[in-house]
């Protein structure tokens, strides 16, 4: 029996037909065409399937999709493509290899840098300890995180907007 | 060595290029498998075995039949119906594509439902039964070796090996194979040593666990299909599927995007054979995308145990090394009896001895099938033998790097193939390492309940032979370069690196330069991306291919009477009187090779060698048993570096994906052969809060005089070390010596409780 949901993906109001049990992640995919979020675990554990709703972190292969209605969902896709201090950093510092949970580390690390903006290697460590990466870009991704927060610095709060 | 004129000033190799994919990967929008939807698409989930082994009476597929939704449910025989012989793998034809007749292992798969809906498919999946009147089954090894519990009734090796021929028809045995090695007289020498020293190691299944778990897709017309698919090996697919269905290759098309990592899981067929024939049987797209959970029975890492035995004289000198090495290979061969050679003949370690046997047994156990992971059997003799080597040091009173010293295989020298080891910087590997960890200075050994030791360990690899690489590059009108290969970027970082050699040669920048991935349509044979075997053999031949290419570019100026340093959109513009036209370029690189005699014994065993060493300090809690990594060193010989940053990258990746497996990762096996911990909830991988304290990796000064540009492959030589160095330096905090991985908290209060 599907519904629909209506909410606002990456700063665009939309709506969508959803069945009780589909994700998060599964309407992105099926109705949107959006394959940033990823499931992988399909358990919540690696972080490759996460997407911000209402700017908050959430496991997209866990979280329902019909709980959406009425929420601002944002996804790596946000921005049309166009590089974010993170994102940027991450390529400066190498700190991607197969980059399937790239999406998950970069959505992460805006909201860490959202909360705390001058991070410490701990406070890195230990916000991001819920993203894997068997590529085990971490040392990587730390010295990415630490430059993002720098650019952000530099250049003033340069956050993707929710609502365009 | 002049290396750019013309578009570039700087070299190409040797820079740190950014990855040509960058933007894709940050951005969520690389090409995985992943994310295939294809019209009219079927999804396709499976229905596996409860037992461990068994013969099958009976399936029952009616209730899944009557689900709404369900389009068909196919078992074994409905593909015996299509294929009457359905059995495929890279050394031994012996995988059926669904079970036939019997099951092997807990999770074997044994029917599928398709739907168009995902969810219906795995309901449906999910009220299929099936009746087995149970076989005794083996699980151990070396229990394997004598085992009354047979896995398979008849041996079947596909035919392309020669070393596994001997092997056709033979019954009662689950042996897949038996590599021997002798050089000089072993047991002799051993009489004679002034001390023997002989230790067991063993080493624990774990799995590859990539992130984008295995998935495959196929479609088809009347007479041709198209499988996109995550796999390591698109031409090997091409080959072995056109094979089964007794097609020609060309009506088999195999397509690879980026991989979701590899590591030797997505080798060879996995799920390429099964979604080939579902889509023959129902004319629609079928795809078959695993969950992470289905990946543990899908394919592994060996669990091994090795005796290792050393004849030692007064000078501390290993005279003598008998290694016997047991591989347990699961219930399929896959890659196995590659690794048990390959690996195999590597089992003395960088030493030089002169008088060595090696037994190395691929042996079938009713567990999921083992393949090659990050290291091809490598990181388990490593294990063993610089285990061994610190106990035999320390029972000598020889500090550990001087007795390595003592022993060193150096350049020059034949290894126990009796090939010559040449651009091998063994030497230089072992001294920076212990130079890194400042050996030779005094050490805080700690205090109270936390003890700290340090360890050292050295292992090398022979990249696998006799394969071979083709590729062709384009030069476009306007100067800009295409490069088609089939091997596959996993992340490793293939595509900028060989973008990189042919911008070097063409004298054009690096990002000049695109990459055509795998289309068995489009892009030539390559053995396989694994191995460590890429930058090698791809990156030889990418070098040949633009060197032709720029031979051609050449032969048309002189044609058109242009001077040399004609830029070549000009050369274009000459010739045709507009933009038109393109250069092709084409290199197929196969470097010699001799094989193996009765004996093991070759004068070239390898196209190059890899050397990796880490050194570790750790911190032992005495009160808990759990060891903390303060301090990690790789130290390595990658030849001379394509792109120095993307090696270091895959130096630190390597070992902390080893440090899972040394430190915690293991597969539980109940005693019915059931698996208890398949998923990441209870199989932990390495995450942020398991970084060592402090991580440098370094590559020596080198050069591969065979490679391209002097480089040679680096994606598996960070693991060689990490393991056994953690063990001796647990030994050296704690005085206990673990012998079995992983390096748990529990065995190593255990072993202190002893």
Same mark, same amino acid.
């Given at each position: 029996?599907? =519904?629909?949901?209506?909410? #606002?993906?990456?700063?665009?109001?939309?709506?969508?037909?959803?069945?009780?049990?589909?994700?998060?992640?599964?309407?992105?995919?099926?109705?949107?065409?959006?394959?940033?979020?990823?499931?992988?675990?399909?358990?919540?554990?690696?972080?490759?399937?996460?997407?911000?709703?209402?700017?908050?972190?959430?496991?997209?292969?866990?979280?329902?999709?019909?709980?959406?209605?009425?929420?601002?969902?944002?996804?790596?896709?946000?921005?049309?493509?166009?590089?974010?201090?993170?994102?940027?950093?991450?390529?400066?510092?190498?700190?991607?290899?197969?980059?399937?949970?790239?999406?998950?580390?970069?959505?992460?690390?805006?909201?860490?840098?959202?909360?705390?903006?001058?991070?410490?290697?701990?406070?890195?460590?230990?916000?991001?300890?819920?993203?894997?990466?068997?590529?085990?870009?971490?040392?990587?991704?730390?010295?990415?995180?630490?430059?993002?927060?720098?650019?952000?610095?530099?250049?003033?709060?340069?956050?993707?907007?929710?609502?365009? | 060595?002049?290396?750019?004129?013309?578009?570039?000033?700087?070299?190409?190799?040797?820079?740190?290029?950014?990855?040509?994919?960058?933007?894709? =990967?940050?951005?969520?929008?690389?090409?995985?498998?992943?994310?295939?939807?294809?019209?009219?698409?079927?999804?396709?989930? @499976?229905?596996?075995?409860?037992?461990?082994?068994?013969? @099958?009476?009976?399936?029952?597929?009616?209730?899944?039949?009557?689900?709404?939704?369900?389009?068909?449910?196919?078992?074994?025989?409905?593909?015996? +119906?299509?294929?009457?012989?359905?059995?495929?793998?890279?050394?031994?034809?012996?995988?059926?594509?669904?079970?036939?007749?019997?099951?092997?292992?807990?999770?074997?798969?044994?029917?599928?439902?398709?739907?168009?809906?995902?969810?219906?498919?795995?309901?449906?999946?999910?009220?299929?039964?099936?009746?087995?009147?149970?076989?005794?089954?083996?699980?151990?090894?070396?229990?394997?070796?004598?085992?009354?519990?047979?896995?398979?009734?008849?041996?079947?090796?596909?035919?392309?090996?020669?070393?596994?021929?001997?092997?056709?028809?033979?019954?009662?045995?689950?042996?897949?194979?038996?590599?021997?090695?002798?050089?000089?007289?072993?047991?002799?020498?051993?009489?004679?040593?002034?001390?023997?020293?002989?230790?067991?190691?063993?080493?624990?299944?774990?799995?590859?666990?990539?992130?984008?778990?295995?998935?495959?897709?196929?479609?088809?017309?009347?007479?041709?299909?198209?499988?996109?698919?995550?796999?390591?090996?698109?031409?090997?697919?091409?080959?072995?599927?056109?094979?089964?269905?007794?097609?020609?290759?060309?009506?088999?098309?195999?397509?690879?995007?980026?991989?979701?990592?590899?590591?030797? *899981?997505?080798?060879?067929?996995?799920?390429?054979?099964?979604?080939?024939?579902?889509?023959?049987?129902?004319?629609?797209?079928?795809?078959?995308?695993?969950?992470?959970?289905?990946?543990?029975?899908?394919?592994?890492?060996?669990?091994?145990?090795?005796?290792? %035995?050393?004849?030692?004289?007064?000078?501390?000198?290993?005279?003598?090394?008998?290694?016997?090495?047991?591989?347990?290979?699961?219930?399929?061969?896959?890659?196995?009896?590659?690794?048990?050679?390959?690996?195999?003949?590597?089992?003395?370690?960088?030493?030089?001895?002169?008088?060595?046997?090696?037994?190395?047994? +691929?042996?079938?156990?009713?567990?999921?099938?083992?393949?090659?992971?990050?290291?091809?059997?490598?990181?388990?003799?490593?294990?063993?033998?610089?285990?061994?080597?610190?106990?035999?040091?320390?029972?000598?009173?020889?500090?550990?790097?001087?007795?390595?010293?003592?022993?060193?295989?150096?350049?020059?020298?034949?290894?126990?193939?009796?090939?010559?080891?040449?651009?091998?910087?063994?030497?230089?590997?072992?001294?920076?390492?212990?130079?890194?960890?400042?050996?030779?200075?005094?050490?805080?050994?700690?205090?109270?309940?936390?003890?700290?030791?340090?360890?050292?360990?050295?292992?090398?690899?022979?990249?696998?032979?006799?394969?071979?690489?083709?590729?062709?590059?384009?030069?476009?009108?306007?100067?800009?370069?295409?490069?088609?290969?089939?091997?596959?970027?996993?992340?490793?970082?293939?595509?900028?690196?060989?973008?990189?050699?042919?911008?070097?040669?063409?004298?054009?920048?690096?990002?000049?330069? #695109?990459?055509?991935?795998?289309?068995?349509?489009?892009?030539?044979?390559?053995?396989?991306?694994?191995?460590?075997?890429?930058?090698?053999?791809?990156?030889?031949?990418?070098?040949?291919?633009?060197?032709? +290419?720029?031979?051609?570019?050449?032969?048309?100026?002189?044609?058109?009477?242009?001077?040399?340093?004609?830029?070549?959109?000009?050369?274009?513009?000459?010739?045709?009187?507009?933009?038109?036209?393109?250069?092709?370029?084409?290199?197929?690189?196969?470097?010699?090779?001799?094989?193996?005699?009765?004996?093991?014994?070759?004068?070239?065993?390898?196209?190059?060698?890899?050397?990796?060493?880490?050194?570790?300090?750790?911190?032992?809690?005495?009160?808990?048993?759990?060891?903390?990594?303060?301090?990690?060193?790789?130290?390595?010989?990658?030849?001379?570096?394509?792109?120095?940053?993307?090696?270091?990258?895959?130096?630190?990746?390597?070992?902390?994906?080893?440090?899972?497996?040394?430190?915690?990762? %293991?597969?539980?096996?109940?005693?019915?052969?059931?698996?208890?911990?398949?998923?990441?909830?209870?199989?932990?991988?390495?995450?942020?809060?398991?970084?060592?304290?402090?991580?440098?990796?370094?590559?020596?000064?080198?050069?591969?005089?065979?490679?391209?540009?002097?480089? %040679?492959?680096?994606?598996?030589?960070?693991?060689?070390?990490?393991?056994?160095? @953690?063990?001796?330096?647990?030994?050296?905090?704690?005085?206990?010596?673990?012998?079995?991985?992983?390096?748990? +908290?529990? *065995?190593?209060?255990?072993?202190?409780?002893?």
């Amino acid at each position: 029996m599907r =519904k629909p949901v209506a909410f #606002t993906l990456n700063g665009e109001r939309v709506e969508a037909q959803v069945a009780p049990h589909e994700t998060l992640v599964e309407v992105l995919r099926e109705s949107f065409g959006l394959f940033g979020a990823r499931e992988s675990c399909g358990q919540g554990l690696c972080g490759c399937c996460t997407v911000l709703v209402n700017g908050t972190a959430v496991s997209g292969c866990l979280y329902l999709a019909s709980l959406c209605q009425g929420a601002e969902v944002r996804t790596v896709e946000e921005g049309g493509g166009e590089l974010d201090a993170v994102q940027q950093a991450f390529i400066e510092r190498s700190a991607f290899q197969c980059g399937f949970c790239t999406p998950g580390f970069v959505l992460m690390t805006r909201q860490l840098l959202d909360e705390i903006a001058d991070p410490s290697d701990d406070d890195i460590r230990h916000y991001l300890s819920g993203n894997l990466c068997r590529c085990a870009t971490y040392p990587e991704i730390l010295e990415a995180v630490k430059l993002a927060a720098k650019k952000r610095k530099e250049k003033g709060s340069e956050q993707f907007s929710g609502n365009k | 060595m002049k290396r750019a004129t013309q578009a570039t000033e700087t070299p190409q190799v040797g820079r740190s290029v950014p990855r040509l994919e960058s933007w894709l =990967k940050v951005t969520g929008r690389a090409e995985y498998v992943h994310n295939l939807r294809l019209p009219g698409m079927l999804y396709g989930k @499976i229905f596996r075995s409860s037992v461990a082994h068994g013969r @099958i009476k009976s399936i029952d597929t009616s209730a899944a039949r009557a689900v709404g939704g369900v389009h068909r449910v196919v078992t074994g025989e409905d593909v015996r +119906a299509l294929v009457p012989e359905p059995y495929y793998g890279p050394a031994f034809h012996d995988q059926p594509v669904l079970a036939l007749d019997k099951v092997r292992y807990v999770g074997e798969p044994v029917a599928v439902v398709l739907a168009s809906d995902p969810h219906v498919a795995e309901e449906a999946a999910a009220l299929i039964t099936a009746q087995y009147e149970e076989l005794p089954a083996v699980y151990d090894e070396v229990e394997a070796v004598t085992s009354k519990a047979i896995v398979h009734d008849t041996l079947r090796p596909a035919g392309t090996f020669p070393d596994l021929k001997h092997l056709k028809g033979v019954k009662n045995t689950n042996v897949a194979l038996d590599f021997r090695l002798r050089r000089g007289d072993a047991a002799g020498a051993m009489a004679k040593a002034h001390r023997v020293f002989e230790h067991r190691f063993r080493t624990q299944q774990v799995m590859h666990t990539p992130l984008e778990p295995l998935v495959s897709a196929a479609e088809c017309t009347e007479s041709s299909l198209t499988i996109h698919t995550a796999s390591q090996s698109p031409s090997f697919v091409r080959i072995e599927i056109a094979r089964l269905l007794g097609w020609p290759e060309n009506r088999v098309r195999v397509r690879v995007p980026f991989l979701g990592g590899g590591f030797g *899981a997505k080798l060879y067929i996995k799920l390429e054979a099964l979604v080939s024939v579902l889509s023959l049987m129902t004319r629609r797209p079928v795809k078959i995308s695993l969950s992470m959970e289905e990946q543990f029975f899908t394919i592994t890492k060996h669990a091994s145990t090795f005796r290792i %035995k050393s004849g030692v004289d007064r000078d501390g000198r290993v005279v003598a090394r008998e290694c016997e090495v047991w591989w347990n290979g699961g219930a399929y061969a896959d890659i196995g009896p590659r690794v048990t050679q390959k690996s195999g003949f590597t089992a003395p370690g960088p030493y030089d001895v002169q008088d060595v046997a090696i037994d190395s047994y +691929a042996l079938y156990t009713n567990l999921p099938p083992a393949g090659a992971l990050r290291g091809f059997g490598i990181p388990q003799l490593v294990w063993a033998y610089e285990g061994h080597t610190d106990m035999v040091a320390r029972e000598l009173g020889i500090d550990p790097v001087e007795f390595r010293r003592r022993n060193l295989l150096r350049e020059g020298r034949p290894q126990a193939t009796g090939t010559v080891i040449k651009d091998a910087a063994i030497e230089k590997v072992l001294e920076r390492t212990a130079s890194l960890l400042d050996w030779d200075k005094p050490f805080d050994r700690g205090a109270g309940t936390i003890r700290r030791g340090r360890g050292i360990a050295l292992g090398f690899k022979a990249c696998i032979a006799n394969t071979t690489s083709l590729a062709a590059v384009n030069v476009n009108a306007d100067g800009s370069c295409t490069v088609y290969i089939s091997t596959v970027d996993m992340g490793q970082g293939s595509d900028t690196a060989m973008a990189q050699i042919a911008a070097e040669v063409l004298q054009i920048a690096t990002e000049q330069v #695109t990459v055509v991935h795998s289309d068995t349509d489009v892009t030539p044979f390559d053995m396989a991306t694994l191995g460590s075997r890429s930058l090698f053999h791809t990156g030889n031949a990418v070098k040949l291919a633009a060197q032709d +290419a720029l031979k051609k570019l050449n032969e048309l100026k002189g044609e058109l009477k242009l001077p040399a340093d004609t830029p070549i959109p000009d050369v274009f513009r000459k010739k045709y009187g507009m933009r038109a036209g393109s250069v092709m370029g084409v290199g197929n690189f196969i470097p010699p090779y001799t094989p193996p005699d009765a004996n093991g014994q070759t004068d070239n065993a390898t196209p190059f060698w890899m050397v990796g060493a880490s050194g570790v300090e750790v911190e032992v809690d005495t009160e808990t048993g759990r060891v903390r990594v303060t301090r990690l060193v790789n130290v390595a010989d990658v030849g001379t570096p394509v792109n120095p940053r993307i090696v270091e990258t895959q130096l630190s990746g390597a070992s902390i994906m080893q440090l899972g497996f040394t430190l915690f990762e %293991k597969m539980l096996f109940d005693e019915q052969g059931q698996l208890r911990n398949a998923s990441l909830a209870e199989y932990k991988i390495p995450g942020f809060l398991d970084l060592p304290g402090e991580l440098v990796n370094e590559a020596v000064v080198s050069e591969q005089s065979t490679g391209p540009f002097g480089a %040679k492959g680096v994606g598996e030589t960070g693991t060689f070390g990490v393991s056994p160095a @953690i063990a001796n330096a647990i030994h050296d905090a704690v005085g206990v010596r673990l012998t079995e991985l992983p390096l748990s +908290a529990e *065995a190593v209060f255990d072993a202190m409780q002893k």
